[in-house]
Structures are given as structure tokens and as C-alpha cells.
């Protein structure tokens, strides 16, 4: 678990999905402006999402994992790629409202199995299934879908209201 006395006013959100091939730049935006942080992320080969990474070796992934500072992670093309404990805890403390991970569903399913009061966002297009691997998450209640019309005027505006009316956060008006 991470510290609750660090995350216990602030909030944990993940976002996951596969509606932003059209704009990459929406979900990495969607609550940085309402005061929520993003972790910087690490990977032991090539960046996989559009996240802030650091480079680190096979053996200081290793020697992280072994040390506990690993907080979620994903096998990429070889390579591993994910949160570290410390970093998680840092974007945490600077954070006005809260830790933002957006990313792959392994890892937003790894974050919401070790910290209960996250919440997390499926953005998918109406059809789009969801990945087996948030069953858990949805099974506790912290999957919340939003179906998302990526061409449709103020969809992200839309997103946003609707994640900020779970979170607790103001609505906004259009962007």
C-alpha cells in the first residue's frame, strides 16, 4: 500500500482506453488543470505511452522489484515498463488534488488492487470491450467506463464532466 497519511485528502485516478488514437494530448490533459500530477514513469527499453519516463537498467528494475519500490509494471516488447513507488509518492506531494496514471489496463489494475480508494476510467469507443484485465477493479466498484465519440464537438469536455461528477471535482465548460 502507499502511504495513507501521504494520499489520504488527495485522490488517485488512472486512465486506460483506447479512444485517443485521434488525440493523444486529451486523456494526459483530462484533471493536470484541476491540480491533479502525473508520475514520472520508468522503462528498461523504449517509452510505451505518452508519459514522462526515465531510463533505468534490467538490473535496477530488478533490484527495485526486489526492494519493493515497483508499484505497477508491464513486460512491453521485452522491455519493462511502469510506476515506481517513489515516484508515485513524489507526484503524490506535489500534487494540488491528486496522482493522475495514465496508461495500459495492467497497470491501472495493479494500482487500483493495491490502493482501494483509487478510481478507474475505461475510455472506449460504445463497441470496444474491456480488458480482462480490470475485471477485478470492476468487481470492487472502482471501474467506472465512459464511452467516448472522439469526432463528436466537446466529447473531452464531456469525459471530464463526467470523471470530475465521480471524483468530486467542478465541472468545466466546453474546451
Known sequence: MVSTQMSANKKIVCITGSVWTGSRSAPRRLLVKDGFRRPTWFTTGRPLTDAQYRQISS?????????????????????????MRDDFEAAMAAAGQGVLVVGPPE???????????AKVFALKDRAMDLSGHLDEAQRTGQLHRVDVDVLKPGAWTEVHNTMADIIGLPKIGLL
Open 59 to 83: 538490473t535496477q528494475f530488478h533490484l527495485a522489484r526486489a526492494k519493493k519500490n515497483v508499484l505497477a509494471h508491464v513486460r512491453y516488447r521485452g522491455s519493462f515498463i511502469g510506476v
Open 107 to 117: 497497470i491501472a489494475a495493479q494500482l487500483a488492487a493495491r490502493m482501494p480508494e
